[in-house]
């Protein structure tokens, strides 16, 4: 009995570590980019975090596990490809927007991503949606058009500039990133990644991050790249994301599958925006408008609703969305 207590505390004391630093991830975000490049600040994020939970992960399980699961040519060929969606196109476009978007409203837009995988499986592999979950699909999309602006996000767009400062490509940017890491979620069940979700997640961050990386010398940041004009917000902010953002927070995550029921580990993903708001709100001086308000509501009531209808999940699906 005092062990399943023991048990269970730690699985609370490492989903409140998920909850405020996953959360407060976005708020680091937005500070980064101030005088980071977006491309630029993400690659480093998880190159440098991948390679330190690289020699970690590897010599995580017992040694038949260790034996059989050892990373090779295949599993790297699947990192790129997973790692390609979930963090170079889904975080990797929330660092983008969030140059133009407040950090509370880019929470809430990524809050959206389990919507979009009950929306991918259904296409990809006829999986049904439940009645539950398609009336949180509806309160979703009613959110979203709320958060987006309705009506005005076609002209925010050709403005560059949607009402109230915030950047309409930045929103669609960051919309295009959730439905890209859900569909790197979707499609890590289908590739050979390996076995042990750590050495899984440091692969994926390492190729991921060099996707970044090039697509960060593509886009001509390192030429603009001047290390003199970095404040010191925006390099800690990077120290940040770097260690409790990933080398922290990833494990307590796992900690928290591990020790706790499925169902109440994915409160994070309507916690987080809730902790982002507040960061932004109390810390960057950022409105929160009516609209904003009820957009995100709605947006939580239909990822709670999504949650529900789902039976069970797996570690990496659960996953999704982090900051």
Known sequence: MERGRSVRRIGWIALLVVWVVWGSTYFAIRVGVETLPPLLMAGVRYVLAGLGLFP???RGGPPALRAADRPRLA?????????????????????????????????????????????IDRVINRAPILPIALVGLLAGVAGVGLLAGVGSLAGAWLRGRAAGGIGGAGVVVILVAAVSWASGTILSR?????????????????????????????????????????????LLALLYLIGPGSILALPAYLVAVRNLPTATVATYAYVNPIIAVLLGTTLLGESVTTSMLIGGGLVIVAVVLVLRSQTGQSGQDASAGSG
């Open 56 to 58: 970690v992960a590897l």
């Open 75 to 119: 599993g790297w060929a699947a990192a790129v490809a997973v790692g390609t969606l979930l963090l170079a196109g889904g975080n990797g476009g929330v660092t983008w927007g969030e140059r133009s978007v407040p950090s509370g409203l880019a929470s809430l837009l990524v809050a959206t991503v389990p919507l979009w995988l009950i929306v």
């Open 190 to 234: 289908r590739l050979p990644l390996p076995a042990r979700p750590l050495l899984a997640t440091a692969m994926e961050m390492i190729t991921g991050g060099v996707v970044l990386l090039v697509a960060a010398v593509a886009a001509g940041e390192i030429g603009q790249f001047h290390p003199g004009l970095v404040s010191l917000r925006s």
